[in-house]
């Protein structure tokens, strides 16, 4: 009795460790909160850097057109070029990490996007240039929206704790 006892309490404790979900769901947190912390800190910083010369070159009353186009020439639309290099090199194994990894990329190319046109709207003094790069940027600010509300689901899902910064 004592044997069969036992060996009733090695199948229940072997049954219960072959699908370990704290296993997986750690990985999981493991994989969003780098993606969090670390990719997503990186990417901050490099478009802070990319969009730098812009702000400074739009800034004040005697703002200078030749400038900004400069500045969005040489050294915004490069510095994006760059951050979408640097979203391809990010690997994931979770699908929904991936599906994230895919919004990312998606509004950092529409803001590219966005540059482009700003660029060609500014070199032409075309208003209705200028009203389409309005229109692209108003759809970047949407999808950084929709990424990060996904990013607040899925950390819910898998019971990660955001902080406000």
């Known amino acids: 009795m004592k044997k069969l006892f036992l060996a009733c309490l090695a199948t229940m404790v072997l049954a219960g460790c072959s699908v370990d979900y704290t296993f997986f769901t750690y990985k999981s947190q493991k994989e969003l909160i780098a993606f969090i912390n670390e990719d997503l800190v990186e990417l901050g910083s490099m478009e802070a850097d990319a969009r730098k010369s812009m702000i400074e070159a739009s800034k004040g009353p005697n703002k200078d057109l030749d400038q900004v186009v400069a500045a969005i020439e040489n050294d915004a639309i490069p510095g994006y070029e760059d951050i979408l290099d640097q979203i ?71 019971e990660v704790e955001l902080k406000d910064q």
Not at 89 to 117: G, N, Q
Not at 120 to 130: H, I
């Open 88 to 158: 391809d090199s990010w690997t994931y194994k979770k699908s929904e990490m991936k599906k994230l990894v895919k919004e990312t990329r998606e509004a950092e190319e529409l803001y590219l996007e966005f540059l482009h046109k700003r660029k060609d709207a500014l070199e032409a003094t075309d208003d209705s240039l200028m009203e389409e790069s309005d229109d692209l940027l108003a759809d970047y600010n949407k999808k950084v929206t929709t990424l990060n509300k996904h990013i607040e689901e899925l950390a819910e899902d898998w």
